[in-house]
Nanobody
Framework: QVRLVESGGGLVQAGGSLTLHCEVS???????VGWYRQAPGKARLLVAA???????DYLDVVKGRFTISRDKAWNTVSLQMNSLKPEDTGVYYC?????????WGQGTQVSVST
């Protein structure tokens, strides 16, 4: 059974930092892992991703502020978020793609105050 569990969200002041973690289990082959953000009333956006070949991709507005990483076994995926802005507020979801199937965690709330 595939399971993704996010942690590390919370309330932080603008300019602060948070690190999100995603514990992954039950995956045999991870083709890509990513973090998505969904703000209230808005669509879910890909914030950062790592492909199986190691390439990383970031949403333009977080480049230079966010860093995605994973351990060798793809058991833990982290998102280091620095210089946070109020517009970074939302529910952050971890996602893993195994072949053509995407799996999702339950999400963790990040709130950035002014």
């Amino acid at each position: 059974q595939v399971r993704l569990v996010e942690s590390g969200g919370g309330l932080v002041q603008a300019g602060g930092s948070l690190t999100l973690h995603c514990e992954v289990s039950g995956i045999s082959v991870a083709n890509a892992v990513g973090w998505y953000r969904q703000a209230p009333g808005k669509a879910r956006l890909l914030v950062a991703a790592i492909l199986s070949g190691g390439d990383e991709d970031y949403l333009d507005v977080v480049k230079g502020r966010f860093t995605i990483s994973r351990d060798k076994a793809w058991n833990t995926v982290s998102l280091q978020m620095n210089s946070l802005k109020p517009e970074d507020t939302g529910v952050y979801y971890c996602s893993v793609r195994e072949y053509s199937t995407d799996y999702w965690g339950q999400g963790t709330q990040v709130s950035v105050s002014t």
